[in-house]
């Protein structure tokens, strides 16, 4: 008799061991690290992890790699948090056209008059008011209210 598993590729927070968790924080300083430099911070073959890499992407675990703004180019971004209403019936429609606009870089569902939140960055006031009315003409956003955040008073 013969036994079948399910395909068993999700793991666990709980089963991420103590290396593959350094691993996590090494690549979340520094996503393009290479394999060499990885292995040779934890001191572990480039097989292993590259193994363990693969294992943490295929359940899930990393998602995907991400590019961070240097704190000069960043600062000079402007920034605006716009709130958004939406037809009901069309919210899915309109979340993925929202994840399609680059200079959106969160999205947040919210209680209240409005339905979304959306972080906007643009590289100035003119470009801003362009993705702006690209948000406004989305279809299923009914109105939006932005508001541009003129300093960082702190950030954690």
Not at 54 to 80: F, P
Not at 89 to 111: F, G, P
Request: hydrophobic share 40%; aromatic share 4%.
């Amino acid at each position: 008799m013969s036994v079948q598993f399910a395909n068993i590729t999700k793991i666990s927070i709980k089963m991420i061991n103590k290396q593959e968790q350094q691993l996590l924080s090494i690549l979340r300083s520094n996503a393009r690290a290479s394999i060499s430099d990885l292995a040779r911070v934890l001191n572990l073959s480039r097989s292993t992890v590259q193994n363990r890499m693969t294992k943490l992407e295929e359940s899930g675990v990393i998602k995907g790699y991400a590019v961070q703004y240097g704190s000069e180019y960043q600062d000079n971004l402007v920034s605006s948090h716009v709130s958004i209403k939406v037809k009901q019936k069309l919210t899915a429609k309109t979340n993925a056209e929202l994840r399609q606009v680059s200079e959106v870089s969160e999205l947040y569902a919210i209680s209240g008059e409005y339905d979304l939140i959306a972080i906007v960055q643009a590289e100035s006031l003119e470009q801003l008011s362009q993705i702006l009315d690209n948000i406004g003409n989305l279809e299923g956003v009914e109105r939006t209210n932005s508001s541009v955040i003129l300093e960082t008073k702190f950030k954690r």
